[in-house]
């Protein structure tokens, strides 16, 4: 097999040049070519200098990830980098595309860094549970110093080229489209220099001179890390490189790492990783099916999900015509995306420019009419099947053919939705969450009539808009609010048989969700679709509703609020919760946490494994993918459905059955086999 990696002369300079598409990843045949390159370097005098570089999309965009978790085959990254960074002929990396993880090792390894304008660099290991494990930790602060490092290794997100610049990561910023030659005139210029050397490199004193440097960091990140093992292992790496010498710093970081690889986190972010690839096709559906062209959006309705949903569609650039059906609606809804907007150019994540252009591709409109040469519609009007049916039936008569028209309903059956138009091939369903232009879960909800092209278009549009789209069948809930119904059950149940509403919450957070669902009740409103007479209680939401308790936006729901927004349990709730409970002569009983989680979560796993044996997901992943994107499921876990592999499936049955809750033939049978659901 011929190797990814070849050689070409230009005068003294040796190009080396890798071809492994898709992304350039670091497999072992790159690996292998690399370190024989720099041997050819070395051995011949004629060659003074040398270039890396790498054709198709991207320099190398990390470790092949596939390799992970397979017995090592050498040779090893970290050892021909050593190999590279020892040369006494200069080394220049020619930077394109994304050089990410130990590719961005690969850069840190040679001498200089060259970049174009677009290219990004980037350590994202900590996304895959990791910290880079090719020395990354131990060059990069020695390079750019602790307080430049630190984001980049324990952040995981990329920084763009010229930003790289500004820190010392990249030394010249390039000619977008000359990067080969001005790389080879660049280490030409270089030639008879002495070589610099990253793990020479001293601009880590600060991370010496302010040994506090990493613990407020670690404060400034509390939040977004909490729960996560590889954000405190990158710290103490960085922190490493400041107080040891190289040698043992790579050491430790060799400790780190190897202890996360063989953790279940990094193995659950591993899943994640091609779980979020896996959830954008679909099986049947043939790769080369033709796209509709989107050029322009209708939505109908400008409530906080139709104007989320523009947003998402005007900030990717594609024009959307919003329908209201009055002008005091329109106002609203379209000042309401205005003021979105306005708040994220304040925190700094858009220029004032940025909001007039996407603003500027909106037209706010009363009349259906305007909506004719839509390519794609989306309804997100109130969840009643009578007005979606209407709305349908207006959009058949007014959309051009060959538009998709799209329901954001939660719940509600796609198909008699699509028996409302003459045209049930072009109707699906897009399911956004709320908020609709930050959340990033799309369920597309595929009709028994939904056409591949109209599925296929659906979900390259959810790249575009920067979501991540999972298929799911018809069924009511679809995916994400099936699975929870059965958590709100558990919940429900469980305060009525004695557990503290604050505990349950406290058990998904200790989990590692953002919050529980008396939290969430709260956040929310618990006053949605109350009925509003105070006189009819039936059940706690109700009697809450009754004495005010609306939620946080009342000051008081299941909780009371201070100004902070700060909560403490409420004795009047607890007593209404009892006197329901005594009315419905329910025993009242210490419940322990491990019953609470497993009553909570246990019930998911199995109803996610009726989700796959009725076919209304295409695979697990698909649901993992779901409930971390849609729901805050911890990242950590690899979402539902891997956790429940994790831990055993056999221990999920046994769960269910010890608190006589349903098991799934299907959940008894993965149990009693493989012990995996795909
Ligand atoms: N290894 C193997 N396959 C990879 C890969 C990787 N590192 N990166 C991407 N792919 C596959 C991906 O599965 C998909 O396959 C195809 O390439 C296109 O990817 C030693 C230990 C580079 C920004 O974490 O962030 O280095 O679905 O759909 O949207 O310290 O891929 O087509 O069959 O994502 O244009 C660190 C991960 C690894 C980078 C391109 N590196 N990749 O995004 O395409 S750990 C990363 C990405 C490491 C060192 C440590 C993105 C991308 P398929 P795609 P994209």
Not at 350 to 373: C, F, I, R
Not at 479 to 493: D, F, T, V
Not at 578 to 606: C, H, T, W
């Amino acid at each position: 097999m011929t190797s990814p990696i070849r050689t070409e002369r230009h005068d003294n300079v040796l190009v080396v040049i890798s071809d492994n598409p898709p992304v350039n990843a670091l497999g072992q045949a790159v690996r292998a070519g690399l370190k024989d390159a720099i041997e050819e370097a070395m051995s011949d005098d004629a060659i003074e200098a040398v270039v890396i570089r790498c054709d198709g999309r991207t320099f190398f965009a990390g470790a092949d990830i596939t390799e992970f978790g397979k017995p090592p085959v050498g040779p090893n990254l970290p050892e021909t980098l050593d190999a590279m960074e020892a040369s006494d002929k200069p080394v220049v990396a020619a930077i394109h595309g994304t050089a990410l993880g130990g590719g961005c090792e690969v850069a840190l390894a040679c001498h200089y860094r060259v970049a174009v304008p677009s290219a990004k660099l980037g350590l994202p290991e900590v996304k895959l549970g990791l910290i880079p494990g090719a020395a990354g930790t131990q060059r990069l602060p020695r390079l750019v110093g602790a307080e430049a490092a630190l984001p980049l290794v324990v952040g995981g997100n990329p920084i763009s080229a010229k930003k790289a610049q500004g820190i010392g990561l990249v030394d010249e910023i390039v000619g977008e489209d000359s990067l080969e030659a001005d790389a080879i005139a660049f280490a030409k210029s270089k030639i008879g220099q002495p070589v610099p050397r990253a793990l020479e490199g001293t601009a880590n004193e600060d991370g010496v001179r302010d040994p506090d440097l990493f613990d407020r960091f670690r404060a400034s990140q509390a939040r977004k890390i909490r729960g996560f093992d590889a954000p405190n292992a990158a710290i103490e790496a960085v922190k490493a490189a400041g107080t040891m010498s190289y040698a043992e710093g790579v050491k430790k970081e060799r400790e780190l790492f190897t202890e996360l690889m063989s953790g279940t986190q990094s193995a659950a972010m591993r899943h994640y990783f091609f779980a979020e690839r896996a959830a954008n096709k679909i099986d049947d559906v043939p790769k080369d099916t033709p796209l509709i062209p989107v050029k322009k959006v209708g939505v109908i309705g400008a409530g906080t999900m139709g104007g989320g949903i523009s947003m998402n569609f005007l900030s990717a650039g594609i024009p959307v015509t919003i329908l209201e059906m009055s002008q005091d609606a329109l106002d609203r809804g379209t000042g309401t995306m205005r003021k979105n907007y306005e708040n994220t150019a304040k925190k700094g994540r858009m220029t004032a420019d940025q909001v007039e252009q996407a603003m500027g591709l909106l037209t706010p409109t009363l009349s259906y009419d305007d909506l004719a040469d839509c390519d794609l519609v989306i309804e997100a009007v109130y969840e009643s099947m009578d007005v979606k049916k209407e709305v349908f039936g207006k959009l058949d008569e007014v959309v051009k053919q060959g538009a998709i028209l799209a329901s954001n309903t939660s719940y509600l059956d796609v198909n008699e939705i699509a028996a409302a138009t003459q045209r049930p091939g072009y109707v699906v369903g897009m399911h956004f969450f709320s908020p609709a232009n930050i959340m990033k879960l799309l369920e597309v909800v595929r009709g028994e009539k939904t056409r591949d092209d109209v599925l296929a278009t659906v979900m390259k549009l959810s790249k575009t808009i920067g979501k991540v789209a999972a298929v799911s069948g018809v069924c009511p809930g679809f995916i994400g609010n099936r699975m929870l119904s059965k958590r709100q059950e558990q919940a429900n149940a469980l305060i009525m048989e004695g557990a503290n509403y604050w505990e349950v919450d406290e058990v998904l957070l200790d989990f590692g969700f953002p919050m529980g669902p008396f939290q969430m009740g709260d956040l929310a409103g618990i006053d949605i679709g109350w009925h509003r007479d105070p006189s009819k209680v039936t059940t706690v939401r109700e009697a809450l509703c009754a004495v005010g308790r609306f939620g946080q936006k009342a000051g008081k729901g299941f909780y009371d609020y201070d100004e902070a927004r700060q909560r403490t349990p409420s004795d009047e709730v607890k007593q209404i919760i009892a006197d329901f409970a005594a009315k419905e002569g329910k025993e009242q009983r210490e419940i322990s946490k491990d019953e609470i989680r497993e009553r909570l979560l246990y019930p998911m796993v199995n109803e996610g494994a009726k989700i796959l044996e009725e076919g209304m997901a295409q695979r697990a992943s698909d649901i993992d993918v779901v409930w971390i994107n849609g729901y805050g499921w911890p990242l950590y876990t690899g979402g539902p459905m891997f956790w429940a592999q994790t831990i055993g499936l056999h221990t999920v049955v046994e769960g269910l059955d010890k608190h006589g809750l349903p098991v799934s033939n299907y959940m008894c049978e993965r149990a009693a086999g493989s012990g995996k659901f795909d």
